[in-house]
């Protein structure tokens, strides 16, 4: 019987500040046994709980794409205990990866389809992990246009900002970037909040596009009538929650919105899907 | 299947044997409450008893239990990497549970063996244990098991049921784990012709004398969304106080918390039980809470055992009318009452009668 709570040891192998505010760091960790990357086989919308031994666990979304070999990557916000003595730890050092854990966005339904991607703030790993595997040469011709609206507060709190510089230089992806106010004047990308540069940017609603919206609650919130607004059908909108988890792998009994759990049945979900459910998240 | 009979007075020497292979646990008298627990060499069960005060859940799934080990010293190769720890899952036997709380596993089970994961800690646990049903003669006044899918003489999750017959014991052999442990006990003289009738007629008794009942039977039916914003929340949720007790005490809650626990260089991971009622519990790490009031969360736990249960599993409600929770909350909060409120819960029905 495989024990779903031993977690796979790693080592640090980079850690990168992503934020200016230095609260977003990036981990890029390597498996220790050589065998458990191919166990650890997952795709894009998928987590895992990152396990810091002697303080606990925490559950972060993968941010590396499948595509990407080697090593897994987690981008974490400082936050509680754990997430807090992760920020305080040095390259080498020994942790473990419990994974990869819950559905994935429905790549099988987005294949041969437009994707719309609408992100905000540090909610961007995810979406980071699906741009990156969209692109790779072997997968980019199964979707048709991919647009990607990302907002941050300021320039320099956007992730991954050198891979959003090379995006933006490339013609088989439309970025949108934005922030809500730059103190840059050298800033030459959009400025205004997440809906309102969706209601301009966001292609028009039809049966062969799909939105993926990410990020904090505010942000959805006032997403959610530009994308009715544009047509977009709820079983259409794709997100993702995040809610309190402990066992990953829907036992433990917190994460649940009804009678699905975010941690085994989610976190991906339709608004749809959501509509029928109470909204405890 | 068989039917024994026990004398009485083979009772204690049976016990013995039985602790030869197996480890045993009973229940046994505290200074008001029985409760079950492990049994020395020698120690006999109490069944002078209408139920325990806590459920027998924590013989397989015990309150606080380490999974793993570790040591956090850079001089150990293996710092800081996760260990299993020694378990022991040699057979054991519950001998005296009631036919509720043995039912009550095969619900718990549902959520621990899934095709997708297994919890191997319970799992194993569980198939280690031997279930020795003691048959209630005497129901208490808050027991609801008959339409709580289960009852006082009910089999389910049972591999041997007990029977006091009065001047014997009649022990039925459900399955052949419980036949094993009849003959570990050399309980094996089989009972007379009659037993069985005895048995049933006896079963009839109890199950007359339950009075209280749930209607279950519309729950599938009502809309999730529905159910969740009905009107009585507010006064069913008004008198709780989070303590938790009914958790605690229930049979088919299962919820737990995973911690890690330092000691110098070294430390254990493991699960602890956990409760809905508690605002810790599902706290996001920016403050946010999306159960961040008592009504959410006594909604949560009734909606979880009877509604949320129901449409994941489609066999029943997560509850088999033990009775615990009315017995013991300290503002008489009734799952008896909750559950009639939503099986019979119609949104369109306007709150005071039209006259």
Known sequence: MQNPYMPYPVRIDEIITETEDRNLKTFKFVFLNPGDEDKFSYRAGQFAELSVTGKGEIPIGIASSPTEKGFVKFTVNKVGLVSSYLHSMKVGEIMGIRGPLGNSYPWDTLEGKNVVIIGGGFAFTTLRSSIVSMLDPANRKKFKDINVIYGARTPGMLLYRDELATWERRDDIKMHITVDAANDPDWKYNVGFVPAITEKKAPKADADTYAIICGPPVMIKFTQPVLDKLGYGHDHIIMSLENRMKCGIGMCGRCNIGKEFVCKDGPVFTLAQLNATPREY | ?355
């Open chain 2, 1 to 355: 299947m068989k039917v024994m009979k026990i004398d009485k007075n083979d009772w204690a020497g049976g016990i013995g044997k039985i602790q030869s292979s197996y480890r045993l646990y009973g229940p046994v008298k505290g200074d008001a409450f029985h409760d079950f627990k492990a049994l020395e060499k020698g120690e006999l069960p109490d069944l002078n008893f209408l139920n325990t005060r806590i459920s027998p859940k924590s013989v397989v799934y015990p309150q606080s239990e380490i999974m793993f080990e570790y040591s956090l010293d850079e001089k150990n190769p293996d710092h800081h990497i996760m260990k299993d720890a020694a378990k022991d899952y040699s057979p054991k036997a519950i001998l005296g549970i009631r036919p509720c709380d043995a039912a009550s596993f095969l619900l718990v089970k549902r959520n621990f063996d899934t095709t997708e994961y297994k919890d191997p800690y319970w799992i194993r646990s569980y198939e280690a244990t031997t279930f020795i049903g003691y048959a209630c003669n005497n129901p208490c006044s808050t027991c609801f098991c008959t339409t709580a899918g289960s009852g006082p003489f009910n089999e389910d999750g049972l591999d041997i049921l007990l029977t006091d017959a009065g001047d014997c014991w009649y022990a039925k052999a459900i399955t052949e784990k419980g036949e094993k442990l009849l003959n570990a006990a050399g309980w094996n003289t089989i009972a007379a012709g009659g037993s069985l009738k005895k048995i049933a007629s006896l079963k009839k008794e109890a199950e007359a004398k339950i009075s209280s009942l749930v209607s279950t039977d519309q729950l599938n039916n009502k809309k999730t969304t529905e159910l969740y914003e009905a009107p009585f929340w507010e006064d069913v949720s008004f008198a709780c106080i989070n303590c938790g007790t009914c958790t605690f005490l229930c049979p088919t809650c299962w919820c737990f918390d995973i911690q890690d626990e330092n000691s110098g260089c070294s430390g254990v991971r493991m699960k602890n039980w956990d409760s809905c009622m508690f605002p810790l519990f599902t706290i996001h790490g920016t403050g946010h809470n999306p159960r961040g009031t008592k009504l959410h969360r006594v909604r949560q736990r009734f909606m979880h055992k009877l509604k949320y249960y129901v449409d994941k599993y489609e066999n029943g409600i997560q509850c088999v009318g033990c009775g615990r929770c009315i017995r013991s909350c300290p503002v008489n909060i009734d799952i008896r009452r909750v559950c009639d409120m939503m099986n019979s819960y119609d949104p369109e029905a306007c709150a005071c009668p039209v006259k």
